[in-house]
């Protein structure tokens, strides 16, 4: 009775490491399979980040071409912005811009920044327009983008100008009008490079004010 007694014991002891190593072993191959698809779904819902080129442009632009983008300023609240190849030229951050015509000269064929200038076209005196207009240099690029107001201030000298640039509505700009431009002097024909937004209460996107304009792209080495 006693070996007897001795060997059940044993044996009930026997199964009970068996039955535990056995549940200790399922909780673990659990507890991996578990952690597996956890893993799997933390990296499935990382963001996939959005490549940008140069000036923000979703898509490179081809061998030898200009990236820009031109905002025209929205209402009096947030003004326009110019980036040239990746370079902002004019932009609130640089604190470079102001009410009227914000405008920048480009080098056509190297690309690079001749000058930048904004001219007040509500109380301004458009002489100073007028000036900067007509000393633009040979084979430069004209980038105008507009802020509050960009025509009241317009004369028939500077529409001429501004048409001569290649622009198809200076002859129509008026009082808080969007308006953004790529010119060139002595331009044959009209730019491509246009878009114009007028100052009306039927269709104005804020209070006294149309939406703001934005324009991108590629620009060919002296497209004009």
């Not at 932009?91 to 001749?114: D, E, F, H, M, Q």
Request: aromatic share 12%; net charge positive; with cysteine.
């Amino acid at each position: 009775m006693r070996v007897s007694g001795v060997l059940r014991l044993l044996a009930l002891i026997f199964a009970i490491i068996t039955t535990w190593i056995f549940v200790r072993s399922y909780l673990s191959s659990s507890v991996k399979t578990i952690r597996l698809p956890r893993w799997l779904a933390a990296s499935s819902t990382k963001e996939t980040q959005v490549v940008k080129y140069k000036c923000g442009l979703i898509k490179p632009c081809p061998a030898n071409y200009f990236a820009f983008k031109i905002c025209s300023g929205a209402a009096n609240v947030v003004g326009p912005s110019m980036c040239f190849e990746d370079h902002m030229i004019m932009s609130p951050v640089k604190n470079n811009v102001g009410r009227g015509l914000n405008i920048a000269l480009v080098n056509g064929t190297t690309g690079a920044v001749l000058g930048q200038r904004a001219f007040d076209m509500y109380s301004g005196d458009v002489k100073h327009l007028v000036k900067f207009l007509k000393e633009i240099p040979g084979g430069a690029l004209v980038l105008v983008a507009s802020y509050d107001d960009p025509g009241t201030k317009m004369d028939d000298e500077t529409r001429k100008l501004f048409s001569d640039l290649g622009s198809s509505y200076a002859k129509q700009l008026g009082f808080r009008d969007s308006w953004v431009f790529i010119g060139a002097k002595d331009f044959r024909g009209k730019s491509p490079f246009e878009q114009f937004l007028k100052n009306s209460p039927d269709t104005n996107k804020y209070e006294g004010w149309p939406e703001l304009l934005e324009m991108e792209g590629c620009l060919p080495p002296k497209p004009f």
